[in-house]
């Protein structure tokens, strides 16, 4: 029997590095997360500090960074390393999104030598967490109409205002909020216990459980001058952090689509209904063969993203192509296998219904695919319809 790699022959795509990459991550992953999952799931939770340390010592925090202790690997090998640790669950993947894509490339990116000598290398070792802070409660998917609000106070500089579904925001040690200031927009760098900083973790979620989620609140928080992120202007300067992370949700999503399938088909081949395995009946043929289509696509799909930004020419609108159509066909590929397996389909006893709870998430954050579709509408038709 064929797997739904080998139908498209996605090995055959691959290199050197970028096979050890995901091998490892995926020994990793069978070893270490997969057996956890479901309780952590089950329970709403993470033990991020321990699954961030196992990260950095695989050196998969910011692994596509050059220096500072990180691996400096192709972002190719950053998305399949990606791919293997969201086939567990999308909400470790976003750990590593997080980590590595937002708060370590912001600071990469736009920081100080002091900060990144600061920060960096113990993000990379999973030492120090960090959170990413630019979502508030009345802007998602405007963050230019953000209130929170950097202000000067002679050299220092005072933050007020609000951040919600903050990934890491309660557990992180350092977090990257971005403000409204007099000359535009400025990221800074709020390292936790600073006076005036809180953090509420956000309960009852129905989607990425296994993920830290949390409300930032700053009143009257004071930072010295060196806390803001010197390279930082305006909104570029967290889009540019947000498309590192949705190239890797590109890989990401399919790696949740994968297990789903795989789930499914091995369900149908044990389950015997009317007296034959589902696995021998035309309907449920169907499903696999239109989800393991869409799960190819969307590899190939991503490998030629890696290939174009391993290049230096990928383009904000390929990426926003990627996401919307990986993000879209993972959560209908796992919605069609939640029902090949019947009413077990529903219960954490299998990773399919949980990842289709994740991908609601996955679909939403690192911008909803409405804004996608809008970002290509203008991209194709040269009109702005965001507003
Ligand atoms: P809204 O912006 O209110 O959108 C609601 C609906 O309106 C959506 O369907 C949207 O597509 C649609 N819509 C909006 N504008 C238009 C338009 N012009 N035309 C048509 N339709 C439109 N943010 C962070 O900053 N850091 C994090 O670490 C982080 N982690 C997250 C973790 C989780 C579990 C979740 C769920 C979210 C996280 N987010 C984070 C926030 C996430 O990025 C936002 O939820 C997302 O950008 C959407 O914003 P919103 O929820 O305010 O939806």
């Given at each position: 029997?064929?797997?739904?790699?080998?139908?498209?022959?996605?090995?055959?795509?691959?290199?050197?590095?970028?096979?050890?990459?995901?091998?490892?991550?995926?020994?990793?992953?069978?070893?270490?997360?997969?057996?956890?999952?479901?309780?952590?799931?089950?329970?709403?939770?993470?033990?991020?500090?321990?699954?961030?340390?196992?990260?950095?010592?695989?050196?998969?925090?910011?692994?596509?960074?050059?220096?500072?202790?990180?691996?400096?690997?192709?972002?190719?090998?950053?998305?399949?390393?990606?791919?293997?640790?969201?086939?567990?669950?999308?909400?470790?993947?976003?750990?590593?999104?997080?980590?590595?894509?937002?708060?370590?490339?912001?600071?990469?990116?736009?920081?100080?030598?002091?900060?990144?000598?600061?920060?960096?290398?113990?993000?990379?070792?999973?030492?120090?967490?960090?959170?990413?802070?630019?979502?508030?409660?009345?802007?998602?998917s405007?963050?230019?109409?953000?209130?929170?609000?950097?202000?000067?106070?002679?050299?220092?500089?005072?933050?007020?205002?609000?951040?919600?579904?903050?990934?890491?925001?309660?557990?992180?040690?350092?977090?990257?909020?971005?403000?409204?200031?007099?000359?535009?927009?400025?990221?800074?760098?709020?390292?936790?216990?600073?006076?005036?900083?809180?953090?509420?973790?956000?309960?009852?979620?129905?989607?990425?459980?296994?993920?830290?989620?949390?409300?930032?609140?700053?009143?009257?928080?004071?930072?010295?001058?060196?806390?803001?992120?010197?390279?930082?202007?305006?909104?570029?300067?967290?889009l540019?952090?947000l498309?590192?992370?949705r190239?890797?949700?590109?890989?990401?999503?399919?790696?949740?689509?994968?297990?789903?399938?795989?789930?499914?088909?091995?369900?149908?081949?044990?389950?015997?209904?009317?007296?034959?395995?589902?696995?021998?009946?035309?309907?449920?043929?169907?499903?696999?063969?239109?989800?393991?289509?869409?799960?190819?696509?969307?590899?190939?799909?991503?490998?030629?993203?890696?290939?174009?930004?391993?290049?230096?020419?990928?383009?904000?609108?390929?990426?926003s192509?990627?996401k919307l159509?990986?993000?879209?066909?993972?959560?209908?590929?796992?919605?069609?296998?939640?029902?090949?397996?019947?009413?077990?389909?529903?219960?954490?006893?299998?990773?399919?219904?949980?990842?289709?709870?994740?991908?609601?998430?996955?679909?939403t954050y690192e911008g909803t695919s409405e804004v996608h579709?809008?970002v290509?509408?203008?991209?194709?038709?040269?009109?702005?319809?965001?507003?």
């Open positions: 029997m064929t797997s739904v790699d080998e139908l498209f022959a996605i090995e055959g795509l691959l290199a050197g590095e970028e096979l050890d990459v995901r091998a490892t991550a995926r020994a990793f992953a069978d070893r270490e997360l997969r057996p956890h999952i479901a309780e952590w799931y089950d329970a709403g939770t993470l033990p991020v500090r321990e699954v961030a340390r196992e990260f950095g010592s695989l050196g998969l925090l910011g692994m596509h960074l050059d220096g500072y202790g990180c691996a400096g690997t192709s972002a190719t090998a950053y998305g399949l390393a990606c791919h293997e640790i969201e086939a567990v669950d999308s909400g470790l993947r976003s750990l590593m999104s997080v980590q590595g894509s937002l708060a370590m490339h912001a600071i990469h990116a736009y920081g100080s030598d002091e900060q990144k000598q600061q920060w960096l290398r113990g993000m990379a070792a999973g030492e120090l967490i960090g959170c990413f802070g630019l979502t508030e409660p009345d802007f998602g405007n963050p230019g109409g953000m209130r929170t609000r950097a202000r000067r106070d002679g050299k220092d500089w005072i933050l007020d205002g609000t951040k919600m579904w903050i990934t890491n925001g309660t557990v992180a040690d350092v977090a990257v909020v971005w403000a409204r200031t007099d000359d535009g927009g400025r990221g800074f760098l709020v390292p936790a216990g600073t006076p005036g900083l809180e953090a509420r973790v956000m309960r009852r979620k129905l989607s990425l459980r296994a993920s830290v989620t949390a409300e930032l609140s700053f009143d009257g928080v004071r930072l010295p001058a060196e806390a803001l992120l010197p390279g930082a202007r305006g909104l570029r300067a967290p540019g952090c498309g590192e992370a190239f890797g949700i590109v890989f990401g999503s399919m790696g949740a689509a994968r297990t789903c399938l795989e789930t499914a088909i091995e369900y149908a081949k044990a389950r015997v209904v009317f007296d034959k395995p589902i696995a021998g009946y035309q309907l449920t043929q169907a499903k696999i063969a239109d989800g393991a289509v869409e799960y190819g696509k969307g590899m190939l799909l991503a490998l030629h993203l890696g290939r174009l930004k391993d290049s230096g020419q990928i383009t904000p609108e390929q990426v192509a990627g159509n990986n993000t879209r066909e993972a959560l209908a590929i796992a919605r069609e296998c939640r029902t090949i397996l019947g009413a077990n389909g529903i219960t954490l006893e299998y990773p399919v219904m949980r990842h289709a709870a994740n991908l609601e998430t996955v679909i579709q809008l290509l509408g203008q991209a194709l038709t040269g009109e702005n319809a965001f507003r």
